[in-house]
């Protein structure tokens, strides 16, 4: 993740909290610089989700923030089926999904459910 990342996201989102891009203000108010925008996370974890089990599929999707990102963070989004439940209008897959940062840290954990259909 990078600075410019970060201002990418605040001009997309409309999100121009200046914490995360004015460094002097971030460390006036504790932090050891900006941050990234935690709903930035979230943009990230959903593509990943909907990548892997397609966005017209998406039935459900929440996050819990967890760890603040910082410039130079390397994310990985990474997920694991949890359940399957199944109906006479197909199968709707549960999933628990995590970006996590290099340290190990989760930035970010949710869910989310799919709908799929039989292979």
């Known amino acids: 993740m990078t600075r410019q990342m970060f201002v990418k996201y605040a001009g997309a989102s409309g999100d121009f909290n200046p914490m995360h891009y004015d460094d002097d203000l971030a460390r006036g108010a504790g932090n050891p610089s900006v941050f990234s925008q ?12 909907t990548d892997w089990l397609g966005a017209v599929n998406i039935r459900r999707f929440q996050v819990r923030f967890q760890n603040q990102v910082w410039p130079g963070d390397i994310l990985t989004c990474s997920g694991t089926v949890v359940g ?9 897959v549960t999933v628990d999904l995590t970006c996590t940062r290099q340290t190990g840290d989760v930035a970010i954990s949710g869910s989310a459910d799919f709908a799929v259909s039989a292979p």
């Open 84 to 92: 399957v439940n199944e109906s006479k209008e197909g199968a709707v």
């Open 38 to 49: 935690g709903m930035h996370q979230t943009a990230l974890l959903a593509t990943f989700a």
